[in-house]
Structure formats: C-alpha cells, structure tokens
C-alpha cells in the first residue's frame, strides 16, 4: 500500500465510503418517490445492544448527527427487527421526544420507513427513509423501491463484512499471542475510548461523518497490534528499557504495518476507505506535527487525522498507566504535559482540548477499563 503523504487524502477517500454511496442511490430513488429526502443507515453495536448513526446520504449533517441509545429503548424499532418487517411512522412528533427526534424535527423531516437490515442472518442495524412530509411512504411506494433498496442492503453489507472481516482477523492474530492479549487488553480498550471522545468532538470541525468515527474507534483497538511479533520477555520486562530493546519495541510498527497490509491484500481492499484508515492508525501514530517522531518522521498536516487522534490518545494512556518502573500520573497532571507537547509542536492541540474539555469521561473510562496489577508480570 502506498504511504499517505497528506490528511486531506486520506480524508476524501472517506468521502467514497457508504455514506457517499446511500446518497448516489438515493438519487436515483428520488425519480420514483420525489418526497424521500433522506436515507441513513444506524449500526448495532451487539455488545453494548446500543443503535449508532453511521451512515447519512444528507450533504447537510444534522448537529446531533453523532448518537447512540439502547434498542430497548426504541419499542417500534425493537417490534420492527421482532416482525423483521418495516415500520411506518406517518409522523415523527408522535415518538417520545429524545435528541435525536427533536433534532431531526428540527431538520423539517416528519415521517420514517425503518428496515431491519441483516448480513448473513445477523442483525447488522435499520435503514432509514426519511422525508420532510408527513405520512409520506405507503407499502405500494416500498414495493415499487425494492430494487434501489437491495442495492441500499448489498451496500452496506459489502461495507460491514469487509470492517469485519478485517477486525475478525486481527482478533485471531492476537488470540495466537496470550501473552500480548493479556498486555494489551485493557490499553487497547481505553485507547479505543479516548479515540472515540476526541473523533466526536472534532467531528464537526473536520466534517466526519459516523463512519469514519465507528471505524476509527474499532480500529484504534489495534494501534500496536505489531507486537505480537515481539517477545514475550521485551514486553512483559519490569525495569527500565535500554536504548537498545526501545529501538527493537518501536520496530513494532513496522510489523502492524507488514501485518495490515496483507491482510488487506487479501482482501481485495487496497483502496477501500476502511483499509486506508487502519493502516493510517497502524502506521502513523507515533508521528510527531513537528517531524520528530517515528518510523518516517511526517510533519504537519502529512499525518492523517486518524493517526493524529489515536497518538494523543495513546500518549494519555501511557501516562496515566502504572508500570513496575513507573507510578502513573493523574488526569490533570497528563493533560498539563500533553499541553507542553502541543506547545513544542509535537501533537494536535484540538485532540488535546477534547480530552481537556471531556475530563467529567476520563475517569469513568479509568474506571470501566482498570489497568492490570503489575505485580502480575503481564501489564
């Protein structure tokens, strides 16, 4: 795969992903049903039996564009994956009154088809057609839009199973390493969590959508996945590193990045959005604004925004984790030396500011994901 040399790159190739492709179809769809204005698809997170927004055909993002809420709590959307059929709701003020409706009454929209959408006999989240009109879709409409609407399912699948396919390997990869499992599984969580907290906050700055704030979230678990090609005896030493076993632990990027770019290979995936993302991550996230870091010394606006993310995030961790050799430091104390560097030009000081301004989650992220006791001799 080809080094990315420029963010905004790696950005527009985001701009192919699904949501670029709902609104390519949705135009097409229009013809047959001039009041759709909109079509979105919501992920299912199976483990936390969340909804995510994910994907939008709208150019015009909603300010609550980034939510989530437990299906339990959506009892139309649950009856509809129940009945596995759609529901109709001829008028969206009649819901119960959450962010997400308000916000989507706001926009003018006023009625909702929802479809349960499944890969494979999984259940994989709902699409949504959206219109400014009330009571604007019948079961004759559906109907006469079913082919534009296998075309909605085909590609989201395509999309989910290749995210999938790709997270699924990487999980047999580390499952082959206890040791790294170990290592890493606290790190890789709270990593993802940081990365997910500062992706919505600047969200709307860099104007990115759901998806690529899921996928940067999912991937962020895998930053150094590198060292399962370390040993068991660098990775799990209790004294300080010599300079010597420090150049071999950074080499770990080298391999995440051999790694990665097989596995996309084999997948067909070169320049798919969702490949390039996890190899920006894989590879670039101990690159320093200022050409300091490593392995290739970018600078600047050359290191994607992904990566810029998932650097602050991990610098974060690894400052307020405890090692056998050092005593970790507290949230206000990081966020000051996390500040310095922005102040040498080292990291991104909007990163640095979300976290600053969310430290009400910091802990309560702390406190889901707790670091390993040391004493275990697998930190």
Known sequence: MEVLTTNIGALEAYQCGLSHQLSEIQKRMKVHQPKLAKVCFALYDSRDHLLRSYADSSSLSLRMAHYEAPLSSLPYLKSCLESRTEAYLSELSDLHPSPHVRALLGEGFHSSVAMPIFAEQRFCGFLFLNSHYPDAFTQSDIKALKPYLKMLEVAIFSEYQLV????????????????????????????????????????????????????????????????????????????????????????????????????????????????????????????????????????????????????????????????????????????????????????????????????????????????????????
């Open 164 to 379: 999938h396919l790709l997270v699924e390997k990487l999980s047999k990869l580390i499952a082959r390493s206890p040791v790294y499992q170990r290592e890493s599984f606290s790190h890789k969580q709270r990593v993802a969590a940081y990365t997910n907290m500062i992706a919505l906050a600047l969200a709307d700055h860099y104007d990115v959508d759901d998806e690529f704030v899921e996928h940067l979230t999912l991937f962020a678990q895998y930053h150094d996945i590198g060292k399962i090609r370390l040993s068991p005896e660098l990775l799990c030493k209790q004294q300080v590193l010599t300079q010597d076993e420090v150049n071999q632990l950074r080499q770990h990027i080298i391999f995440g990045e051999e790694i990665v770019e097989q596995l996309i290979a084999e997948l067909n995936a070169v320049d798919h959005p969702s490949a390039i993302l996890l190899h920006d991550v894989i590879s670039y996230h101990y690159e320093f604004l200022d050409g300091s870091g490593y392995p290739r010394q970018l600078q600047a606006d050359e290191i994607p925004l992904g990566a810029r993310i998932v650097c602050v995030a991990n610098i974060f961790d690894a400052m307020t984790t405890h090692k056998p050799y050092k005593q970790g430091c507290s949230v206000p104390y990081a966020l000051l030396e996390l500040e310095k560097m922005v102040a040498m030009n080292k990291l991104d000081a909007r990163c640095v500011d979300a976290l600053r301004n969310h430290q009400h989650q910091l802990k309560s992220i702390l406190e889901r994901y707790p670091e390993r006791d040391p004493m275990e001799g697998l930190y």
